[in-house]
């Protein structure tokens, strides 16, 4: 019984033979792939690795800040107010939320959303005199070199993995990251 395909027109069947089914992958004399499917497979899983790779180092750089703020129970609350910036950080007067009594010294990183003057919510990371900014947009910071490496992962999923959609969502997630943060901040 041979199947027999549509008109272009759509206006029914011709008699123009069976239809073709797709070749098989292409297979060498003995039986194994061919070169071809191995240089395929070899890129496509250094693709991969390349994307998991700057996933994997986008949360690891994140972690670092955000531990302190995501797990902050049972840390040091406070309220800094920024004095001075100098050296890649600025200090300030820490006012403690509880019990404990202010310090002087406690350090924060600079960045462009600390101008002198400013109060806003920290945690001290334990053991140091090093403050993170605390809540939300504390948070959405701290996640910041995870959204870089979103946009980043994005480019080899969507052209050296040839998966646009999944590429298309991590850029949009990276993306959404940090606009959210810059809106916060």
């Known amino acids: 019984m041979t199947r027999t395909r549509k008109r272009a027109t759509g206006k029914g069947p011709t008699k123009k033979g069976p239809i073709k089914k797709a070749p098989a992958k292409k297979r060498s004399k003995r039986g194994g792939l061919s070169s071809a499917s191995v240089v395929s497979f070899g890129r496509e899983a250094a693709m991969a690795i390349v994307a998991l790779l700057l996933l994997v180092a986008g949360v690891w750089a994140s972690w670092d800040a955000a531990q302190h703020v995501m797990l902050s129970k049972g840390r040091e609350h406070g309220t800094l107010t920024v004095t001075r910036c100098a050296g890649g950080s600025c200090a300030g007067e820490y006012v403690p939320d509880g019990p404990q009594r202010a310090r002087a010294g ?72 940090l606009v959210g943060t810059f809106f916060a901040l």
């Open 106 to 177: 406690m350090t924060i990183e600079e960045s462009v959303a600390v101008k002198v003057g400013e109060r806003f919510p920290v945690v001290v990371k334990p053991g140091s005199k090093e403050l993170v900014r605390a809540g939300t947009a504390g948070s959405l910071y701290a996640w910041v070199p995870l959204g870089g490496a979103l946009l980043l992962a994005a480019l080899v999923v969507g052209g050296g993995l040839r998966m646009p959609r999944l590429g298309w969502g991590l850029a949009v997630a990276g993306g959404v990251l």
